[in-house]
């Protein structure tokens, strides 16, 4: 059983900035890639952000490149994404998620509860 446990949300005016947090504890596993989707009001969870413990590599959406990065340390099974620049489009609740699958696409099947972020104009 994999638990992942997220924090760092708030609310913060237009421009401004937060950094999330999630750590992931449990039994033993292996975990390939962890990451951030968020979840708008109305809206269907969207991938947000994710990295790769084979090298490091990070990868974004669109919608948030430029502005968040994600980073993070596979021993401590720990992720973290700085927001900068945030904008009213970026109030969602954010998840956390672990990809364990080691071939192709990350796919994502261990989720935390999520944290509100919200960005007021």
């Known amino acids: 059983q994999v638990q992942l446990a997220e924090s760092g949300g708030g609310s913060v005016q237009a421009g401004g900035s937060l950094r999330l947090s999630c750590a992931a504890s449990g039994r033993t596993f292996i975990s390939y890639h962890m990451g951030w989707f968020r979840q708008a009001p109305g809206k269907e969870r969207e991938f947000v952000a994710g990295i790769s413990w084979r090298g490091g590599s990070t990868y974004y959406s669109d919608a948030v490149k430029g502005r968040f990065t994600i980073s993070g340390d596979n021993a401590k099974k720990t992720v973290d994404l700085q927001m900068n620049s945030l904008k009213p489009e970026d109030t969602a609740v954010y998840y956390c998620?672990?990809?364990?699958?080691?071939?192709?696409?990350?796919?994502?099947?261990?989720w935390g509860q999520g944290t509100q972020v919200t960005v007021s104009s």
């Open positions: 998620a672990v990809a364990r699958n080691s071939m192709g696409p990350p796919h994502y099947d261990c």
